[in-house]
């Protein structure tokens, strides 16, 4: 399902409102080693360091607002180990 994300106007004048595609995030924590790309790339802040603590010793990458997405796709590209996937939903 999208999201509404402005009213916009059509050739007669009413106010229509695009929908934007929602996002389907997936992160291999096995592959994350915490580097924080995603959180400095992120321009909708769609992640954060988890509370939790990995086997590996540090704060991994959660999802913590996927209803921001806007399938960038900045993440997924600049992730040095390829941990993170995005899709479209649907």
């Known amino acids: 399902m999208g999201r509404e994300i402005g009213p916009l106007k059509d050739d007669k004048g009413k106010k229509k409102v695009k ?3 929602a996002a389907s995030i997936q992160i291999n924590p096995k592959w994350c080693k915490g580097c924080y790309i995603c959180l400095e790339t992120c321009p909708k802040k769609v992640y954060e360091k988890s509370p939790a603590v990995s086997e590996k010793g540090f704060n991994p990458v959660m999802i913590a607002h ?23 939903e649907g």
């Open 66 to 88: 996927p209803e921001e997405c806007t399938l960038c796709l900045q993440c997924e590209m600049l992730c040095p180990d390829l941990a993170i996937h995005v899709k479209e």
């Open 19 to 21: 929908k934007r595609k």
